[in-house]
């Protein structure tokens, strides 16, 4: 599997739930999440990469300064993990108890 089959699960399963999906760029700043997701009144960060591959240490970089000013980062690296995401997001009132970005 490809980092952007994995993108396009997240892309198809958030619209599913009504929320926006959008691809984050940030012109001057590298190691930025791939992904925005917006529902409910929640925004999101998500970065995406292919089973078994990691965030690269710039990105951590950011990461840590992003979760620092209270941003929520996820990592998904698979159609599962989107999956449970999405379970998670609809079911939890602020955001998704995942555990995968802890390390940041």
């Known amino acids: ?24 760029t940030s012109p001057g ?16 960060f998500v970065e995406l990469k292919r089973p078994g591959e990691t965030p690269r240490p710039l990105q ?4 840590r300064q992003m979760k620092k000013e209270g941003a929520f980062i996820y990592v998904l690296s698979s159609k599962e993990q ?4 999405v379970d998670e997001l609809k079911t939890y009132a602020r955001c998704p108890n995942m555990n995968n970005y802890d390390e940041f």
């Not at 590298?30 to 529902?39: K, S, W």
């Open 1 to 24: 599997m490809i980092e952007s089959q994995v993108e396009r699960h997240l892309h198809s399963r958030i619209g599913l739930i009504g929320g926006l999906c959008l691809k984050f």
């Open 29 to 44: 700043t590298a190691g930025v999440p791939d992904r925005i997701i917006i529902h409910e009144g929640r925004t999101m």
């Open 60 to 63: 951590v970089t950011v990461f």
């Open 82 to 85: 989107v999956d449970q995401f």
